[in-house]
């Protein structure tokens, strides 16, 4: 089992550019979650999705939107980039039901807004 | 989601037991306790996670309170490899992370 996977690893835009990022659930999990983490900062919920739809959301503007494809991967795009919006991306993977059994996240995605 | 507290850093010797505190005075009788944790350069990773009951499991144990307005990680022997933050969470539905603690290990 590949666990959670994301891609890219890494990627450079400019300011007012958009990009998407790509998340591939653990075996077996409906649920994928993102989230933004800031250099020393904790993780930040973005949103969540299931059934490919969006369940719920975090403190972040409509310029982050995301989509969950029938074999439960999810993309995450962000429009319009800004500098602050540099940051690691990471994508959880768990289960809808999920409190008794753990989420589990992929190594991100850094990304750089120049 | 209940609001945690965590002290920002702490330090341990290793192959010493560490006790990682967290205050979550807000958490609702179904919200349960997480510990995640994440290394430099990685994605957070499950730690432990509990109800009511203490838990163990092979990387930790988890100490709740009875009122559950407080819960401990429990790492028995620390190892350099445990050098991490450590994040609390008390919830039902998305995991909320705070600042957690850092810790640190010395050999």
């Known amino acids: 089992d590949a666990g959670v996977t994301q891609s890219p690893t890494h990627l450079i835009k400019t300011r007012g550019q958009q990009v998407t990022l790509r998340c591939s659930p653990k075996?077996?999990?409906?649920?994928v979650s993102w989230y933004q983490q800031a250099l020393g900062q904790g993780p930040q919920f973005i949103f969540q999705?299931?059934?490919?739809?969006?369940?719920q959301r975090g403190n972040f503007p409509d310029r982050f939107s995301g989509h969950q494809f029938p074999n439960y991967s999810s993309e995450l795009n962000v429009n319009a980039l800004l500098l602050g919006d540099s940051a690691l991306y990471l994508c959880?993977?768990?289960?809808?039901?999920?409190?008794?059994?753990?989420?589990?996240f992929g190594q991100g995605t850094r990304l750089t807004v120049v | 989601d209940a609001k945690t507290t965590q002290p920002n850093s702490m330090e341990s010797n290793e192959e010493e037991p560490v006790h990682l505190p967290c205050n979550h005075s807000?958490?609702?009788?179904?919200?349960?306790i997480h510990w995640y944790r994440q290394l430099p350069s990685q994605g957070p990773e499950y730690v432990i996670h509990?109800?009511?009951s203490n838990v163990n499991n092979r990387m930790a144990s988890l100490a709740i309170a009875e009122d559950r307005k407080s819960s401990t990680l429990i790492l028995h022997r620390a190892t350099l490899r445990d050098a991490a933050v450590y994040y609390c969470?008390?919830?039902?539905?998305?995991?909320?992370f705070g600042k957690g603690t850092k810790l640190s290990v010395k050999p």
């Open positions: 075996s077996g999990h409906d649920t």
């Open positions: 509990g109800l009511t």
């Open positions: 969470i008390g919830s039902q539905g998305n995991l909320i």
């Open positions: 807000t958490i609702s009788g179904t919200d349960y």
């Open positions: 999705y299931y059934e490919e739809e969006e369940r």
């Open positions: 959880a993977s768990s289960l809808v039901n999920w409190q008794g059994t753990e989420a589990f």
